[in-house]
């Protein structure tokens, strides 16, 4: 069921394991998934067009501008047909060109063209594969959001031993089947999700304000994730100098007070992620006219903003079934953010440590511990938000349907 009708693009790259993929390709067919496959200029050197195409039952294709093909753009084309693209082996020469953006030949344009989930498979030498340069690439790579299936410890074509060899065909096939199991799960439950972030702006006067230097990165990239997942999801933004991307629904928000009237207008929701820097306080009034410089103010006078993850989680009508809440703490992280937990009725809470200037507020990069409802901890050290946010997006949809199984 789980990999039926699905559509795999596979890029053959030129190393030893290419040999693999034909048994790949046999195994998806078997499995129902249609399979074309991108054969690079090195891959060739491993297997044959020939054997390629009778296995996938389709045209292989190699060239980047095909004159057979005419009127078809092929790295656009392929990569919208898929439903998912596999390049294997992975080579750390593909890995490096990949971090730079490259784009020489038909499978380097593909995947920069693409918009859909990208999994590399390395294989090479154990030496190759620990280099700092592979290492730092694999980090740029990961940043981008391309994710990796292996490399598995063991003993290499050359006879050296240790990580580098590519994950087996029944190992990839599991992970797809995994991975798509998930997916269509999520499809089928028709999950709905908010994600509010980014700081709020508590006008004083038509000039000045009180906010924060949330720069809304982080929420960002999880709303995107869980689109990436098939949730419905909307994300409630205060300002921002994000470029949000279509592939997510944006509302945009000034004040605290709009972003909460924005999510309760999104209520009911399956699940709700607080990510937001929402000004706990906003001033009493807001002045019509600039305030000079020379009038008598000596005090602002301000109240609480109303707090949005802690109505949702005592909303008995519409509490979502899974809230996650953010904790930004500067001292006793883990013990301050379970605090956090346990007073909005968070079921996860991302703890985050902003003493740090290096990360978190403003900055590509964060450092982050998951903490679930039962104590479990998941420390994940400094990267960047995008794969951050991947495992924050996981960690949800793992608790989400297993609080759904054990319900049902
Ligand atoms: N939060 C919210 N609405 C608010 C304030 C906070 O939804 N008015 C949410 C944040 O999005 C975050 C969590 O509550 O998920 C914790 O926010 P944080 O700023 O760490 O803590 P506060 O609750 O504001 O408490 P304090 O500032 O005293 O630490």
Request: proline share 3%; charged share 30%; glycine share 6%.
């Amino acid at each position: 069921m789980r990999l039926e009708n699905k559509k795999i693009l596979l890029i053959i790259g030129g190393g030893i394991s290419a040999y693999k993929s034909l048994d790949l390709i046999r195994l998806l067919q078997k499995k129902g998934s249609s399979v074309k496959v991108v054969l690079t200029k090195s891959g060739k050197k491993f297997v044959t067009s020939l054997s390629v195409s009778s296995l996938s039952k389709n045209r292989v294709f190699e060239e980047m501008f095909d004159e057979k093909n005419k009127g078809k753009i092929d790295h656009i084309s392929l990569s919208r047909w898929a439903d998912l693209i596999l390049v294997l082996p992975t080579t750390a020469n593909f890995m490096s060109k990949l971090s730079k953006g490259g784009a020489d030949d038909l499978a380097s344009t593909i995947i920069l063209a693409s918009n859909k989930e990208v999994f590399l498979v390395p294989a090479m030498n154990v030496r190759m594969w620990l280099h700092k340069a592979t290492q730092k690439n694999l980090n740029v790579l990961i940043s981008y959001g391309y994710k990796f299936i292996g490399p598995e410890d063991g003993e290499m074509a050359c006879g050296e031993y240790g990580k580098g060899k590519m994950s087996s065909p029944r190992q990839i096939l599991s992970f797809l089947e995994k991975f798509f199991r998930k997916k269509d799960l999520l499809k089928k439950k028709k999950i709905s999700a908010i994600v509010t972030t980014g700081p709020t702006k508590e006008y004083i006067d038509p000039v000045r304000f009180i906010s924060n230097e949330s720069s809304g990165k982080q929420g960002y990239e999880i709303a995107l994730e869980l689109s990436r997942l098939g949730i419905k999801t909307t994300l409630i933004s205060g300002p921002t100098k994000l470029t949000y991307s279509s592939d997510v629904k944006v509302k945009e928000v000034v004040s605290g007070k709009e972003m909460f009237e924005a999510v309760k207008k999104k209520l009911p929701t399956h699940i709700a992620v607080c990510t937001a820097a929402v000004s706990d306080f906003k001033p009493l009034s807001i002045k019509k006219n600039k305030i000079k410089k020379d009038s008598k103010i000596t005090e602002i006078k301000i109240e609480k903003n109303p707090d949005i993850l802690g109505y949702l989680g005592k909303n008995n009508r519409y509490k979502p079934k899974l809230l996650v809440g953010f904790a930004a703490e500067t001292e006793d992280l883990i013990k301050n953010s379970i605090k956090k937990m346990q007073e909005k009725f968070c079921d996860i809470i991302v703890a985050n440590d902003i003493s740090n200037k290096e990360i978190g507020f403003n900055s590509d990069l964060n450092e982050v511990t998951i903490v679930d409802k039962s104590g479990k901890t998941q420390k994940i050290k400094k990267s960047s938000k995008k794969f951050i946010a991947s495992l924050i997006a996981e960690k949800i949809v793992d608790t989400f349907l297993l609080n759904e199984k054990s319900l049902n």
